[in-house]
C-alpha cells in the first residue's frame, strides 16, 4: 500500500512538471514570437563601447580593418592581428593618425594554436583584458574542385576558419566568464548556412564556426553568464578581393554588398547585442525556405538564384600552396619608437 501511494505522489510529481514546462512553452512561444516582431519596428539600443578593448583578427584589410576603424571611432581600445606584417604595419598607421584611441597591433597566426596562445599573454600583458573578440580572418582555396584541391590548402582552410575560433575562445573566454562581461563575435558567411558548389571545404570550414559560436552561446545561457553575448554573422558577397570576380544573378534580392556597408551593419549589430545578423535581409528568407523545401525543388532553386557557378568567374587571391606551409617566427618584440607592433617570429614548420 505504502509503494502504491508513493508511486501515485510521483506520477503527480511528474505530470505537474510537464503542466509547467507545457505552460513556459506556451508562454514563451506567444512573448518571443512577439518580441521578435516588435524589435522589427522597434530596436533595441546601442551599448557603450568606449574603453573597452576589442580585438579583431583578419585586421590587416578588407571588412576586419572597417569593423575595427568603426569600434575605434567609438572610442574602444583597439587591439589589430594579421598574419601580413607589412600590411598591419601600414593599417596600424592608418588608423592611429586617424583616430583618437589607442591602437595595438601583432603579427600572429591564428591557425596556429601556441601562437595564438602566446600572443593572447603578450596582450593580456601589454594591454589589458579583452572584452569583445571578433573573429573574422578568413581564407578560400580558390577556384578548385574538392577532390582537386591541394591537402594543406584544405587543412589551412579549415584551421584559419574553424580552429582558429576554438584557440582564441579559449585565450580569452575565462577572463570574460570570470567578470561575466564580453561579447565573442563570429564573422562568418552564407557558406555557414548554405552549401556552395565548388567551395566544399570552405562551407565545412563556416558551418563549423556557426555551430561552435552557437554552442558556446548555449553554454554560457546554461553556466548563467548572460553578461556575455555573442554574434554571428552571416554576409552574402562583400567587395573585397576575398571573392573578386563572383557575381550575382539576382543584385535586387542578393546584391554584392559594399564593405563599408557590411561592416557598419555588422558593428550595428554587435552594439545591439543580436544573436544573428543575416546580410541581406533576403538570407532570412532563404533560410526559412530551406527548412521546408524539397531536396530536389531545392537545388532547382539554388540553380535560379546562380548559386551552382558562383564561383566560375572568381578571380579573388587564394592562398597559396607555399603560403599555406610558411615558418613562424618565436615570439619577438619589435622596437615600440618604430611600430609599437609585436612580431610572433621562429621556426615552427608544422602546424601546433
Given at each position: 500500500m505504502h509503494n502504491f501511494f508513493i508511486y501515485y505522489i510521483e506520477r503527480a510529481i511528474i505530470s505537474l512538471k510537464v503542466v509547467k514546462e507545457l505552460f513556459y512553452l506556451t508562454f514563451g512561444t506567444f512573448f518571443y514570437v512577439f518580441e521578435a516582431f516588435a524589435r522589427l519596428l522597434v530596436h533595441p539600443p546601442r551599448k557603450d563601447v568606449e574603453g573597452e578593448i576589442v580585438l579583431v583578427t583578419g585586421a590587416a584589410q578588407g571588412i576586419g580593418k572597417l569593423i575595427a576603424e568603426k569600434f575605434g571611432m567609438l572610442g574602444a581600445t583597439l587591439v589589430l592581428w594579421d598574419n601580413n606584417l607589412e600590411a598591419i604595419e601600414q593599417t596600424t598607421k592608418e588608423l592611429r593618425r586617424r583616430l583618437d584611441v589607442r591602437v595595438y597591433a601583432y603579427v600572429c597566426d591564428c591557425s596556429r594554436r601556441t601562437e595564438v596562445y602566446k600572443v593572447a599573454e603578450m596582450v593580456k600583458r601589454e594591454v589589458g583584458d579583452v572584452s569583445i573578440l571578433v573573429n573574422n580572418a578568413g581564407v578560400v582555396t580558390g577556384k578548385y574542385n574538392f577532390t582537386d584541391a591541394p591537402d594543406n590548402l584544405v587543412d589551412r582552410t579549415l584551421r584559419v576558419n574553424a580552429a582558429a575560433h576554438f584557440w582564441t575562445y579559449k585565450a580569452f573566454l575565462p577572463t570574460m566568464m570570470a567578470r561575466n562581461h564580453g561579447h565573442l563575435v563570429c564573422i562568418a558567411c552564407h557558406g555557414g548556412l548554405f552549401a556552395m558548389n565548388g567551395l566544399a571545404d570552405y562551407c565545412a570550414s563556416k558551418f563549423a564556426a556557426v555551430g561552435f559560436a552557437e554552442s558556446i552561446a548555449l553554454e554560457l545561457l546554461v553556466l548563467g553568464?548572460?553578461?556575455?553575448?555573442?554574434?554571428?554573422?552571416?554576409?552574402?558577397?562583400?567587395?573585397?578581393?576575398?571573392?573578386?570576380?563572383?557575381?550575382?544573378?539576382?543584385?535586387?534580392?542578393?546584391?554584392?554588398?559594399?564593405?563599408?556597408?557590411?561592416?557598419?551593419?555588422?558593428?550595428?549589430?554587435?552594439?545591439?547585442?543580436?544573436?544573428?545578423?543575416?546580410?541581406?535581409?533576403?538570407?532570412?528568407?532563404?533560410?526559412?525556405?530551406?527548412?521546408?523545401?524539397?531536396?530536389?525543388?531545392?537545388?532547382?532553386?539554388?540553380?535560379?538564384?546562380?548559386?551552382?557557378?558562383?564561383?566560375?568567374?572568381?578571380?579573388?587571391?587564394?592562398?597559396?600552396?607555399?603560403?599555406?606551409?610558411?615558418?613562424?617566427?618565436?615570439?619577438?618584440?619589435?622596437?615600440?619608437?618604430?611600430?609599437?607592433?609585436?612580431?610572433?617570429?621562429?621556426?615552427?614548420?608544422?602546424?601546433?
Amino acid at each position: 500500500m505504502h509503494n502504491f501511494f508513493i508511486y501515485y505522489i510521483e506520477r503527480a510529481i511528474i505530470s505537474l512538471k510537464v503542466v509547467k514546462e507545457l505552460f513556459y512553452l506556451t508562454f514563451g512561444t506567444f512573448f518571443y514570437v512577439f518580441e521578435a516582431f516588435a524589435r522589427l519596428l522597434v530596436h533595441p539600443p546601442r551599448k557603450d563601447v568606449e574603453g573597452e578593448i576589442v580585438l579583431v583578427t583578419g585586421a590587416a584589410q578588407g571588412i576586419g580593418k572597417l569593423i575595427a576603424e568603426k569600434f575605434g571611432m567609438l572610442g574602444a581600445t583597439l587591439v589589430l592581428w594579421d598574419n601580413n606584417l607589412e600590411a598591419i604595419e601600414q593599417t596600424t598607421k592608418e588608423l592611429r593618425r586617424r583616430l583618437d584611441v589607442r591602437v595595438y597591433a601583432y603579427v600572429c597566426d591564428c591557425s596556429r594554436r601556441t601562437e595564438v596562445y602566446k600572443v593572447a599573454e603578450m596582450v593580456k600583458r601589454e594591454v589589458g583584458d579583452v572584452s569583445i573578440l571578433v573573429n573574422n580572418a578568413g581564407v578560400v582555396t580558390g577556384k578548385y574542385n574538392f577532390t582537386d584541391a591541394p591537402d594543406n590548402l584544405v587543412d589551412r582552410t579549415l584551421r584559419v576558419n574553424a580552429a582558429a575560433h576554438f584557440w582564441t575562445y579559449k585565450a580569452f573566454l575565462p577572463t570574460m566568464m570570470a567578470r561575466n562581461h564580453g561579447h565573442l563575435v563570429c564573422i562568418a558567411c552564407h557558406g555557414g548556412l548554405f552549401a556552395m558548389n565548388g567551395l566544399a571545404d570552405y562551407c565545412a570550414s563556416k558551418f563549423a564556426a556557426v555551430g561552435f559560436a552557437e554552442s558556446i552561446a548555449l553554454e554560457l545561457l546554461v553556466l548563467g553568464k548572460e553578461g556575455v553575448k555573442t554574434t554571428i554573422a552571416c554576409p552574402y558577397l562583400i567587395n573585397t578581393t576575398m571573392f573578386a570576380g563572383c557575381q550575382t544573378k539576382w543584385p535586387s534580392f542578393l546584391p554584392v554588398m559594399d564593405q563599408h556597408d557590411a561592416a557598419e551593419k555588422i558593428v550595428d549589430a554587435i552594439l545591439r547585442e543580436k544573436l544573428y545578423s543575416l546580410l541581406p535581409f533576403s538570407l532570412y528568407f532563404l533560410m526559412a525556405l530551406k527548412s521546408v523545401m524539397p531536396t530536389k525543388l531545392g537545388i532547382i532553386f539554388v540553380n535560379f538564384l546562380g548559386s551552382l557557378d558562383l564561383m566560375d568567374q572568381f578571380s579573388g587571391v587564394p592562398v597559396s600552396p607555399a603560403a599555406s606551409c610558411r615558418k613562424t617566427q618565436e615570439p619577438a618584440q619589435l622596437p615600440k619608437e618604430e611600430t609599437n607592433l609585436k612580431q610572433t617570429a621562429g621556426n615552427i614548420s608544422e602546424y601546433n
